[in-house]
């Protein structure tokens, strides 16, 4: 296609799975001839920048405006980010993070890029009225690109958002950078071993993880790869040793890269309450390690095809998490390109490109 302007504007790049997808995504289309441009809020940069990826910081968020957070200063931060993209001349504009702002543009081609199931993320009726209320607010009558079909049916079908266009588009992926992380040195343990891979935190529901694998009977040594925030990591600690499991569960502390330790694995299992699209899940497979997983909203269900189709269960159902835990063990899936050829950046990238509506 005719090159065009793709410009992405963010909060900042300090965390960790949406902005690497952003960069990730930014650096595809530039590979494919675009003009890119990453517009941040404030000067917080934590990810490696890509080659050809140009990063702007236009120091909107800051002590003032985070002191006088309303309409009228949001209006004006997006007064000022739109008079710096109408200067790029973008043809695309894609929001992520930062909607509370970008919600106040009019630009002709803008995308509100959703990266989570906000629908599964509240269990309290008044914060899950307010998210809903908030969702309808910021994106009633806009263009919405969902990171799975998943948020994009619960978009609609839960939250009841009406846009004026939406569209369902996975993080694209690429295998060879991380069949080359890899392969670097990193304290993988010895032997056969499955593998959880998460912050230590309640939505991630390593008790529903622990409950099932004693129930499986596996011997295989299950690896817990994360970190927790506060006491998080005393109390699955507690929690393995109450299970008297503190002889076959691994916790090998945090961990920058963690794909030797997945690539290494028998099998990689999700017991999460709510995901987006589970990168794990999709990085898990790109390193031919095939996956079991809790068919929690959103994601999972589109990841796990083929054969991989038998492992993944219900939620709630922790027998049947224990069999598909027993069965992967005895005898695991080989992994095969099909299984995540719909991830790879030649699927998905185009369908970024085709956002760019011909004038």
Not at 78 to 106: G, N
Not at 229 to 245: F, P, Q, V
Request: charged share 25%; glycine share 6%.
């Amino acid at each position: 296609m005719t090159p065009k302007r793709f410009a992405f504007v963010i909060a900042d790049l300090y965390g960790g799975g949406a902005e690497k997808s952003l960069l990730y995504t930014a650096a595809g289309l530039h590979q494919r001839g675009h003009t890119v441009k990453v517009f941040i809020l404030r000067d917080r940069i934590e990810q490696p920048i890509p080659d050809g990826v140009t990063v702007e910081n236009l120091a909107l968020i800051n002590r003032f405006s985070k002191m006088f957070s309303t309409p009228l200063v949001e209006k004006w931060q997006a007064a000022r980010i739109a008079r710096t993209l109408d200067a790029f001349a973008a043809d695309v504009v894609l929001s992520c993070s930062c909607d509370k702002i970008t919600r106040h543009l009019r630009h002709p081609n803008l995308w509100f890029w959703i990266k989570s199931d906000i629908s599964a993320k509240f269990s309290d009726p008044d914060q899950r009225a307010k998210a809903f209320a908030k969702v309808h607010r910021f994106y009633t009558g806009r263009n919405v690109v969902a990171v799975s079909q998943g948020v994009k049916d619960n978009l609609l079908d839960v939250i009841g958002l009406r846009p004026a266009e939406i569209r369902a588009i996975y993080n694209p992926y690429e295998r060879e950078p991380f069949l080359r992380l890899a392969e670097e040195p990193a304290p993988v343990p010895e032997g056969e071993y499955l593998i959880n891979v998460g912050t230590y935190e309640p939505r991630k529901r390593h008790d529903r993880l622990l409950r099932a694998y004693k129930a499986s009977g596996v011997t295989t040594p299950l690896v817990l790869l994360g970190k927790g925030k506060g006491d998080e990591e005393a109390r699955l600690r507690k929690m393995i040793e109450d299970m008297g499991l503190a002889e076959r569960v691994i916790l090998p502390g945090y961990q920058t890269n963690p794909y030797p330790f997945i690539r290494h694995a028998k099998a990689l299992i999700l017991t999460s309450d709510a995901e987006g699209l589970p990168r794990a899940l999709i990085e898990s497979l790109l390193l031919g390690t095939p996956v079991v997983s809790v068919d929690c909203p959103s994601g999972p269900r589109e990841i796990l095809a083929g054969e991989l189709a038998d492992f993944l269960v219900p939620r709630e159902d922790e027998a049947a998490l224990a069999d598909a835990i027993a069965r992967m063990d005895a005898a695991p899936i080989t992994v095969t390109e099909a299984h995540y050829r719909p991830f790879l950046k030649e699927t998905v990238l185009p369908q970024f490109e085709a956002l760019a509506r011909s004038a």
